[in-house]
Every structure is written in structure tokens, then in C-alpha cells.
């Protein structure tokens, strides 16, 4: 037992130095979303829906951008789809951003996980987090 331990303590050190050099290397690289059909920076508009475009977020402002989470605020425009999709209105509302969970994909740094609080319900919900693709859509 004391010879597996001082192993033990050696292989955290060493992952734990390889995690932070990920993280510097991450960190020095630019943060990218997938909006459909592209990777962009700091959009000031996002598709949720690619198929159909029955969410979207318009007028983005970023108050931060390129770290571990990237945060905002804009308009949800979303379909209401009441009495359904085809013949529903749109509704907006506010709502505070938040992009989160970097992922590497072809060299790239994306944000891979959306959280969304609006100002005030929408179909009963305040909150809602959305797993965003990593790849454009081609």
C-alpha cells in the first residue's frame, strides 16, 4: 500500500498539469457557436431551429465572450404554435443567455450547451437549456 501511493499522488500531479496546459491552450484559441449553417463569433442573432426557424434569438448583446461560458442578453422569437406550428403566432420575450461546455471540433473551440432564463414564461417555462450542435450544417 505505501509503494501504490506515492504512484497514486504522481499520476494526479501529472494529469492534473496536463488538464491546465489543455486549458491554457483552450484558452489562448477563439470560441465559436454554430448557427446552422456556420460557426460565427459573438452573433447578434442565433437560429435554435434550423429546420424551420421556430426559435430564434434576435438582438444579442454579449457581456462576455471566449471564456469557459459566454453570457448575453436578447429577445427569444418563438412560435407559439397554438392552434399549431403552421398557423401559430410568434411571441418575444426577453431572455438572459448563457453558452457554456466547450468542445474541439476541427480545431475550433465551440460552445456546445445553451441556457436560456426569460423575463417572463413562455408555455409555462422560465428556464430551458438546449444542446447545441458542433458541427455546420451542410
Given at each position: ?69 459566454a453570457r448575453g442578453v436578447g429577445r427569444s422569437v418563438a412560435n407559439t404554435c ?56 451542410k
Amino acid at each position: 500500500m505505501k509503494r501504490i501511493l506515492p504512484l497514486f499522488l504522481l499520476s494526479f500531479l501529472l494529469i492534473s498539469c496536463a488538464d491546465e496546459e489543455i486549458a491554457l491552450n483552450s484558452a489562448s484559441q477563439e470560441a465559436y457557436v454554430i448557427n446552422c449553417i456556420e460557426a460565427v463569433k459573438e452573433p447578434n442573432e442565433l437560429v435554435l431551429y434550423c429546420a424551420d426557424a421556430g426559435q430564434i434569438l434576435t438582438g444579442i448583446t454579449w457581456e462576455s465572450w471566449g471564456g469557459a461560458t459566454a453570457r448575453g442578453v436578447g429577445r427569444s422569437v418563438a412560435n407559439t404554435c397554438q392552434p399549431n406550428c403552421a398557423e401559430g403566432n410568434f411571441a418575444a420575450v426577453a431572455v438572459d443567455v448563457t453558452l457554456s461546455d466547450l468542445t474541439e471540433n476541427q480545431g475550433r473551440l465551440i460552445y456546445s450547451k445553451l441556457n436560456m432564463i426569460y423575463s417572463q414564461p413562455v408555455n409555462g417555462v422560465l428556464e430551458e437549456i438546449f444542446e447545441l450542435p458542433v458541427t455546420e450544417f451542410k
